[in-house]
């Protein structure tokens, strides 16, 4: 279940830290320009805000209490974790923060598009609905499967940063009439009961203290009838707790992506049951026989490549590559173009992929176990 007391919201507290860090960054062409441009001071409180979860803190000697203060602060773990990720990903990734499967000789950025495709075909969405995007990012995702469905988009998220991203991208795309952004604790949303035709999550949901409770919050603003579709980042049901190396790799994917507690397939599958939800279907798609798997950009190794265009995805993440944006982040850091800190962010980036890439090749991780649950007609009172 969900703690027993959420963290309270402060909105205008939010958009004061907003307009401190970011300044007016949120109008920069893309995320290098927008990392030069933050504030060091309110940089470096974010930084220290986050990284007192995780400094010092070695998997050997977490504790169950050590857990617990993670989940206690789920929101602003989570919101300073994109104060500091969020030009980083779109420099180095995109504006859809998440994975995907890729069929063979298929670019990167269609793979991404495809992934969010299947993900709103297995939803249902169709022309009109209203429908609910759930942590959506700078809306990558949103934008795409308005465009796929033609459905009506309303992303959630708890970040004001990314909130002026996503709103910045759908007016240059025309997309403002089918898109809008809303600020808001996924834990405790302000939306009224059976609010949307359909809900869907991508990889966004593991920033949960509860699976439990985010799923009955999204139940409760489901109308009957309506589908929850998910991509959810889940250890599998070979992780074991009482194994230090497994739990280094599920500390290292959460430390590097801001998750306060991430729990097992099983855990995940009776979250959506005891939400209420009528689980159509549960499927590991990292399980699928793809010619290239789903962390190869993140694995740096060039026995992936399937065209030339794969270079600089899989160069970025070799050795080399990785070595050259260490020692960059660093320069930068020297000389003042990006607040100190920027370096200890990447590499806490470097460490969540090896963990990522390590985690997969031991079938301990996935991050796209696929549940789409339908909400019953006459729903239990």
Not at 67 to 91: F, G, M, P, S, V
Request: aromatic share 12%; hydrophobic share 40%.
């Amino acid at each position: 279940m969900a703690p027993a007391v959420l963290e309270s919201e402060n909105h205008s507290r939010d958009a004061a830290f907003n307009k401190a860090m970011h300044q007016d960054s949120a109008t920069a062409t893309g995320g290098f320009s927008a990392m030069m441009k933050k504030d060091k001071t309110a940089h470096k409180a974010a930084l220290d805000e986050y990284f007192k979860h995780w400094d010092n803190k070695a998997a050997k000697d977490e504790t169950l209490a050590d857990r617990e203060a993670r989940k206690a602060e789920y929101a602003t773990l989570t919101r300073h974790y994109y104060n500091l990720a969020t030009d980083i990903y779109e420099y180095g990734w995109g504006q859809s923060f998440h994975f995907c499967r890729f069929a063979y000789g298929e670019p990167f950025h269609q793979a991404i598009a495809r992934h969010e495709h299947y993900l709103a075909a297995k939803a249902g969405l169709k022309d009109g609905d209203r429908v609910l995007d759930v942590g959506c990012g700078v809306g990558g995702p949103a934008r795409e499967i308005a465009k796929f469905s033609g459905a009506h988009i309303t992303g959630l998220n708890n970040n004001d940063y990314q909130i002026e991203r996503a709103t910045r991208y759908a007016q240059k795309e025309g997309l403002s009439h089918q898109l809008d952004f809303v600020k808001g604790d996924f834990m405790q949303m302000t939306f009224a009961d059976e609010t949307f035709d359909n809900v869907y999550a991508i990889e966004a949901t593991v920033h949960a203290p509860s699976l439990e409770g985010i799923y009955s919050e999204i139940y409760r603003v489901l109308k009957p009838g309506g589908r929850f579709a998910v991509y959810e980042w889940l250890m599998t049901d070979n992780y074991d707790n009482n194994n230090v190396h497994h739990r280094e790799i599920r500390l290292g994917i959460e430390q590097g992506d801001g998750i306060s507690n991430m729990v097992t397939i099983s855990e995940g599958i009776a979250a959506m049951k005891a939400a209420g939800f009528e689980l159509e279907i549960n499927e590991d798609l990292a399980k699928r026989p793809d010619a290239t798997p789903w962390y190869y950009p993140l694995a740096g190794d060039f026995k992936y490549m399937g065209s030339i265009f794969d270079i600089y995805t899989i160069g970025r993440m070799h050795k080399v590559g990785r070595a050259i944006a260490h020692q960059l982040m660093g320069f930068l850091e020297l000389t003042g173009l990006a607040p100190k800190g920027t370096k200890k962010t990447a590499d806490s980036f470097a460490l969540a992929a090896d963990c990522l890439v390590a985690g997969a090749k031991e079938d301990l991780f996935t991050p796209m176990y696929l549940m789409v649950g339908r909400k019953p007609l006459n729903p239990k009172a």
